[in-house]
């Protein structure tokens, strides 16, 4: 029978939550790596068992631990980010140029297709691969050289690169996403990258159009349609279907479009998930509900999902990485707060529950689908 | 053998307990002695300096003998108590933060 195993990043360490297929009564373990910030946790596709982590912390800096047995042991591999070359500036807050500085892995997306391959999303954005499990990193750095480097800029959380979707269908093909970069897509296994943001408008940077500087929060794809992503902008949620060539928006009837997750289902690639977020700086749900909002229309005509999450005095907020979806046939939603729940839903969003309710602030929540 | 006491944090991430026995050769310096920790135990690389500059980490401290000797010089001497293996040098992590 099939299993989920939910992998899951907090302030103060990280969390595996199992549950058989009915996704009712759920395990849970942890905190693995106590008192340290987990800013992700994600599993490899090719080999569930092989679990990648980021560990850092403001005392102690940066750690990736890996597990061969699905999260019951660590170890820590190699944890060497060196930017290529000279690295050069970017903008900082005031406008002047500010080093590249490594801070901390944001982001760790494991190879589709060899569980020793996995690339790292880090703060000052850059993006690293490693070729041999994490025993050692090395920056394809075409995409911080991109000639639009030194005008990227930090959002309020770092300049940090926290999002990687592998195209399925074309392992040549990936899409990142940076605050305050924007999107990038590469054609050639990311040698070199090109700027996805026509379309998006920002009314915080000086051209609303720009080509970057566009506070991206999150973007998402469904495999069988990597062509079509999803984005949660600063402001905004967007659509694109010529792989970011251009984008829309499709706020539509959202109650506000500022947020941060966005997903798609596992088996409706025009139904999206998506938490508002009342302003960007009242980082908590509007009216003190929390509400996820479903689209099965690909955006523009939203829904209210409320049954089971609590709808007054919520003031909680889901950061960028806490949404997951399983592939279990009645596709299962998770998503993790700032106050340290974890809701899941086993019917697509019709009905949720805690699954867990006391954990540090989460920051991160992936989910694995086992048989 | 140097002694060097590590907080709670790099114990658990290192798999020891209590104080870690350092055989270091030559001048016995901050930079030496952090070099030969890093070197048998390398989960701790990075930990205690930064990677790219080999800079302590602005929360850690390292203390011996009732003195800060956070802002010495790398390559200066140790006390000759640590030196000698009569007192520990301590790495600190600062008071501070949630």
Known sequence: ?371 | MIRVVLPQHLRTLALVDGEVMLDVGGAITQRSVIDALEDRYPMLRGTIRDQATQRRRDFLRFFACQEDLSHESPDAALPTEVANGTEPLLVIGAIAGG
Not at chain 1, 355 to 367: C, F, H, Q, T, Y
């Open chain 1, 1 to 371: 029978m099939s299993k989920a195993r939910v992998l899951v990043g907090t302030r103060k360490g990280a969390f595996v939550l199992t549950s058989d297929g009915k996704r009712k009564k759920w395990k849970v373990s942890g905190p693995h790596f106590a008192g340290w910030e987990i800013y992700h946790v994600k599993g490899s596709p090719v080999n569930p068992d092989r679990l990648y982590a980021s560990q850092s912390s403001g005392w102690f800096g940066q750690v990736i631990q890996r597990s061969d047995d699905g999260g019951e042991t660590w170890a820590p591999v190699d944890n060497k980010f060196a930017y290529h070359g000279v690295p050069g500036t970017h903008q900082w807050y005031d406008g002047t140029a500010h080093p590249w500085e490594f801070k901390r892995v944001w982001h760790l997306e494991p190879s589709l297709t060899d569980a020793e391959t996995v690339y790292a999303g880090i703060e000052d954005a850059a993006l690293f691969h490693s070729t041999d499990g994490g025993a050692s990193w090395d920056e394809l750095s075409g995409l911080r050289e991109h000639g639009s480097g030194p005008r990227w800029q930090p959002g309020a959380g770092g300049m940090c690169l926290h999002t990687i979707l592998i195209d399925p269908t074309n392992p040549e093909r990936m899409f990142i996403a940076i605050s305050a970069a924007g999107a990038f897509r590469t054609d050639d296994g990311g040698k070199s990258w090109k700027p996805i943001n026509q379309g998006l408008r920002s009314q915080y940077i000086p051209d609303p159009t720009a080509d970057v500087g566009h506070c991206v929060h999150r973007i998402a794809l469904h495999p069988s349609r990597p062509n079509t992503l999803f984005m949660q902008k600063h402001w905004d949620v967007m659509r694109t279907d010529d792989a970011g060539d251009s984008w829309r928006e499709v706020s539509g009837n959202l109650p506000t479009d500022f947020g941060f997750v966005i997903d798609v289902h596992a088996h409706e690639p025009e139904t999206i998930y998506v938490v508002p977020i009342k302003s960007d700086s009242e980082h908590y749900p509007l009216d003190g509900k929390l509400r996820v909002y479903r689209s099965r229309s690909g955006g523009e005509e939203w829904e209210a999902l409320t049954k089971g999450l609590p709808q007054e005095n919520c003031f909680v907020n889901v950061l960028r990485d806490a949404m997951a979806v399983d592939s279990l046939d009645e596709c299962g939603i998770y998503f993790g707060t700032t106050g340290g729940q974890v809701y899941a839903s086993a019917d697509a969003g019709d009905s949720w529950e805690p699954i867990v309710r006391d954990l540090p602030a989460v920051l991160s929540v992936e989910v694995q689908t086992l048989s």
